[in-house]
Nanobody, 122 residues
Framework: QVRLVESGGGLVQAGGSLRLSCAAS????????MGWFRQAPGNEREFVSG???????VYADSVKGRFTISRDNAKNTAYLQMNSLKPEDTAVYYC????????????????WGQGTQVTVSS
């Protein structure tokens, strides 16, 4: 079992930056692929970024070049650095962990956090 807790969300103006953190507890963090998803009101949950246990990364086209995913296995933590934020980035951001790197496929992630709100004002 893996427990995930997100932090770092908040209110920021367009063009600003935030760094989300996902702290994991439980079984060996380094063996898990990690992903970030988001869900805006009235929308379905969508993939943002993923990172494999070997630090291979993948991004949604909408965030490519602005967001950076990373992981620190010594701290059992994954990060999402978000720069040049836009109002359309406003959503609840969820961290997820999976035994296999499934990239953008949400069904490939076994564990989910509770989410952290990101609001970008124009």
């Amino acid at each position: 079992q893996v427990r995930l807790v997100e932090s770092g969300g908040g209110l920021v103006q367009a063009g600003g930056s935030l760094r989300l953190s996902c702290a994991a507890s439980g079984r060996a963090f380094s063996g898990y692929a990690m992903g970030w998803f988001r869900q805006a009101p009235g929308n379905e949950r969508e993939f943002v970024s993923g990172i494999s246990w070997s630090a291979s990364t993948v991004y949604a086209d909408s965030v490519k070049g602005r967001f950076t995913i990373s992981r620190d296995n010594a701290k059992n933590t994954a990060y999402l650095q978000m720069n040049s934020l836009k109002p359309e980035d406003t959503a609840v951001y969820y961290c997820a962990a999976g035994l296999y790197f499934s990239g953008s496929r949400s069904e490939g992630y076994n564990y989910w956090g509770q989410g952290t709100q990101v609001t970008v004002s124009s």
